[in-house]
C-alpha cells in the first residue's frame, strides 16, 4: 500500500513555480530520501506533502485518503529543519518529548502509564533518556535535535518525515539518529527524509528521490556521493552530475522556498 502517493504536484510562491510536475510514491515500510542541493525545492516538496504549503496543481494522498480530507495525523511524526527544541519557552526534555503524544491522546485527556512509557522509550531510543529532567536549554545542538526525534518517536507514527535531520549536528548524535531510525525501520515504521547529505543513514535508504532545480533527476538507488578532495568520507550529492531518470515525473512549486 503507498503511504503517500504524489501524482502531477506543482506549487508556487510569488508568481515563481518551485516545483514542477512531481510525481512519488512511498510504500508501506520504505525508507526513502529526497536529495539535493540547497534550494533545490526538496524541503518544500515533503511541507507541501503535509499540507504545510498550498499544492498549486496535482493530487496528493496520505495512507490512501486524499490530504485535503486526511485527519489522522497521529499515525505521521515529523521532525522539522533544525530549530531549538526549547523555542525560548523553558521546559525539560522530558516535557518536549511527551508534547509528541498530543496528537494521538488528546489535548483535553490527561496524560497515563502508556503516555509516559512513550516518552521513555523514546528517550531511549535516542540515547537521552538520562537527560529526562534536563532543561532543553541546557543540550548541545545535536541533543536538542534528537529530542525532537524522540517527540516525533512519542507518537507512536506509522509514517515518520524528517526535513535535514542531521544537518550541522555531531558525529555522535548523526549516530545516534541512525540507530533509532534504524529501529522505527526495523519494527515496521514508514520514514520520508530530505538530505543534503546522508552519512550515517546510507545503508538505511532503500530509495532516493533526487530533486534538482524543482524537478526529479533521478529516482532509484542513492547516488554515490562525489566525494571532496579535503574529506575522503565526505557523502554529498551534487544532483547536476545525475542523469534524469527516464520516465520520472518532475516536481512543483512552493509559496515557501525550501532547502
Excluded at 525508507?31 to 525545492?41: H, K, R, T
Excluded at 502509564?113 to 529532567?133: C, P, Q
Aim: charged share 20%.
Amino acid at each position: 500500500m503507498s503511504v503517500v502517493s504524489v501524482r502531477h504536484a506543482a506549487v508556487g510562491y510569488d508568481g515563481r513555480e518551485i516545483l514542477h510536475d512531481v510525481s512519488m510514491t512511498v510504500d508501506a515500510g520504505e525508507v526513502v530520501a529526497i536529495l539535493g542541493a540547497n534550494g533545490s525545492g526538496k524541503s518544500t516538496l515533503i511541507r507541501t506533502i503535509l499540507g504545510l504549503v498550498a499544492l498549486g496543481h496535482g493530487e496528493i494522498d496520505l495512507f490512501g485518503t486524499p490530504q485535503r480530507k486526511f485527519r489522522d495525523w497521529a499515525r505521521v511524526g515529523y521532525v522539522p529543519q533544525r530549530l531549538g527544541a526549547g523555542s525560548g519557552v523553558p521546559a525539560t526534555v522530558g516535557e518536549v518529548v511527551a508534547s509528541g503524544r498530543l496528537a494521538r491522546r488528546g489535548i483535553f485527556r490527561p496524560s497515563g502509564a502508556a503516555d509516559r512509557a512513550a516518552v521513555r522509550d523514546a528517550l531511549t531510543d535516542v540515547g537521552l533518556l538520562m537527560r529526562i529532567n534536563d532543561p532543553v536549554t541546557t543540550l548541545s545542538g545535536g541533543q536538542q535535535q534528537r529530542t525532537l526525534i524522540a517527540r516525533a518517536l512519542a507518537g507512536r507514527p506509522d509514517l515518520l518525515v524528517l526535513d535535514e535531520p542531521t544537518a550541522g549536528v555531531d558525529a555522535a548524535s548523526q549516530e545516534a539518529f541512525a540507530a533509532a531510525l534504524g529501529r522505527f525501520a526495523g519494527d515496521g515504521g514508514t520514514i520520508l527524509l530530505v538530505a543534503h547529505e546522508l552519512g550515517p543513514l546510507r545503508p538505511l535508504i532503500d530509495r532516493a528521490v533526487v530533486v534538482h532545480e524543482g524537478r526529479i533527476a533521478h529516482e532509484g538507488a542513492p547516488p554515490e556521493p562525489a566525494g571532496h578532495h579535503a574529506e575522503p568520507d565526505h557523502d554529498h550529492v551534487h544532483p547536476h552530475a545525475v542523469q534524469p531518470a527516464a520516465g520520472i515525473c518532475v516536481a512543483p512549486a512552493d509559496r515557501i522556498v525550501a532547502s
